[in-house]
């Protein structure tokens, strides 16, 4: 591999002599102001409007049917020209292995006689408890059909075979597409794209396989960076400046960085390139948020080195954490864990893998251009809207059990500050599923419950409420989550014990419950006005589910009020994160129902450090709220605003301020308000008559970066039973609002 690196070092850089006529075809280019496209003399140049009065240029050039990147340069306002880069080339690498059903969704797919191969040949792709990088596998684990073997795994690199390019302009981008790229199993395209008002380039290996269960990763970066004069800077987990100037030895394998907002910068003396990834479409779920580096150098000889994004090939687990010797070893024994969890992105057969990395070009130094590429991610900050409270859930961070091996409520864990820097405001978390005893029937149950109602008060703070939530998982089927707008004691059981009631006054507790059946759940959440959600449903535990209950009348209830979204699994086919899982189970459930069921943003992960990276891996949820109820109030303004669905989901880039629909029958339209900041992609308007759902899909290539947006879209509301919203940018960011009954 590095000797086959310095002989196409050698080639590339032996001059434009080695060049080839560059054939590109114009047809599809249609000249705009601030974009401007020609070829001349072999080489295909893209000028365009960057932001801030900035000019940037990328010129293409094709040597032996390899395409390369001849010019990254930018120009300030009344600046000279900068170049970032000469005579670096594309190049993508892909690790591709066999893609399992678990073992927890074969179980209950074998309960509902579903185990058919071509139920079992669709459900595998919403696996979560997989880890096709790991061989042999453990016997014990969640994955089918073990041992796996070596043979399965491949590594790859991109070859090229490319004689034409096509320039093809979309609203207010245009394309650089190469022909002829192979990449192991996939063969398809080379893309480059350039947006008008912006300093972005995204390069992308747009390519299919026909193999069958195939899960990847995949790194992709440029080679042929000058090593004279250069000097890589990035943050650290700790947020410090670090630089390496290239003085090390070469390196056979590409050296992934744990750089805090997944970021590094080259600097080139005036100016500066920034090389990143997706913001949230490049993080398939995992448990936990650790950062394993996500970009990349490799010094590959004394006078070139690379840069790129990249998956590892190995997970990690969490920090482990205890203060008594018991758990320490058991929660080292669960970090460690961790490692074998890693489940990949999926490749169905036939579908086209956006394998994308961004470039920030800026004629600014490195510190500079760092804040200008964080401003697309509001610093990796859920920004706050007026009107709208951040709330996101769903976490076992085992809290109460962190207090009890302490031994004192005045503990401060990690986890608080990286909430807060996140911008959240309501945090509702998820005691008892790993930890403490859930099944206990009462009193060792109410101690723990009691121990994490008191902690979660005593870090709750103006502006900031910690709720002590539950995923119960009990008697329904499958999993599901259960919020209350106050503390509530509960046992659930399997069976009552001596003495013990569905209701009664315990002398050490007060007011407590002891569910054991449906009856029971219903009974309680009427009388304590709780609402519940199927947590990620037809995958993990949920599979099968809301599907297998959705003629019950607890499911029929509003106090059902839909289902937990999580981008699981991650296909870089799709046009929206978890577009098929998520999005379609939520539109069958709002055909079921009386009236329709809600999205709810959720994490699903462990143990949080500041060192992590929690934001592109999270997506939130914002609450019409005027202000955080304290602990100690009622908190049915969050419970009640969830159950009317007065609130929409998103990854932080694009934000609703308002939305809604107005008129009636064939005159209705649906209007919203939003602003965002990476260049749109499209919206999406979807209703359904309660059986069939159909969909207008409007295009917005035409938006430049760092805008507002109002739509009012007419459509026939007769016979609609309900419609939804969503909004979705050129980087795979979104937003969606909750559907709205129309009758």
Known sequence: MKSHRLFFSMVLFSGMAAGQALKCNLNNYKSMDGVHAEASSGVVSLTWQGEAGTQLRVQFSLHDGQPVVHQLAAQAAGGAWIVLASDVAPEFQVTTARRRISNKQLTILKEFNLDTPEVLDAKKWNTFWDAPLVVPGSPEGDTTDLPRKPEEIRHDSSSYKSDACNVVTDGDRVSVVFNGLTLGIFSGDLSFTVYKGSNLLRQEAIAKTDAPSVAYIYKAGLKGFSTKDAKLEWRDTTRQWQKYEFGGMTNDEPVNLRARNRLELLDAGKGSLAVFPPPHKFFFARENEVNLGYVYYRKDTQQSFSLGVMQPERSEGYHPWGVTEDEWKRRTGVAHSEWANFALYNAPPGTLQHMAVYYYLSARDAQATQKSVLAYTHDDVFKPVPGFKVLSGHFHLDFNEMLRDRGTLDYRPEWVPVFRGLGVNILYLGDFHDDSDAGDPGPKRFLEQKIYFEGSQRVSDKDFLVMPAEE???????????????????????????????????????????????????????????????????????ENYPDAYKDQDFFLSDRFIGGSWESLPLDLSENSLCQRRCFDTGDDMSNWAPKPKYLIAEGDTYTKWPDDETYPQLAVNYLKLDHVPAYNESWAPITEGLRAGNFFGTTGEVLFHNWG???????????ASIEYTFPLEFAELVWSDGSKV??????????????????????????????????????????????????
């Open 694 to 743: 159909d969909r207008r899909i409007i295009k917005l290539t035409g938006t430049t970066p760092f805008g507002t947006k109002q739509f009012n879209i007419p459509f026939d509301a007769t016979g609609k039973k309900w419609v939804r919203f969503a909004v979705w940018d050129s980087a795979g960011n979104g937003a969606w609002v909750q559907p709205i009954a129309l009758k």
């Open 661 to 671: 629909v107005q008129g009636s029958g064939a005159k209705s339209s649906y209007t």
């Open 472 to 542: 119960v998982n009990s008697f329904l089927g499958g999993h599901w989550y259960l919020l209350t707008p106050r503390p509530a004691f509960f046992s659930h059981a399997a069976k009552l014990t001596s003495g013990q009631q569905f209701e009664q006054n315990d002398p050490t507790y007060g007011h407590v419950y002891h569910l054991t059946s449906i009856e029971d759940v219903k009974k309680f959440l009427n009388q304590e006005n709780g609402i519940i959600w199927v947590a990620h449903p037809r995958t993990k535990n949920s």
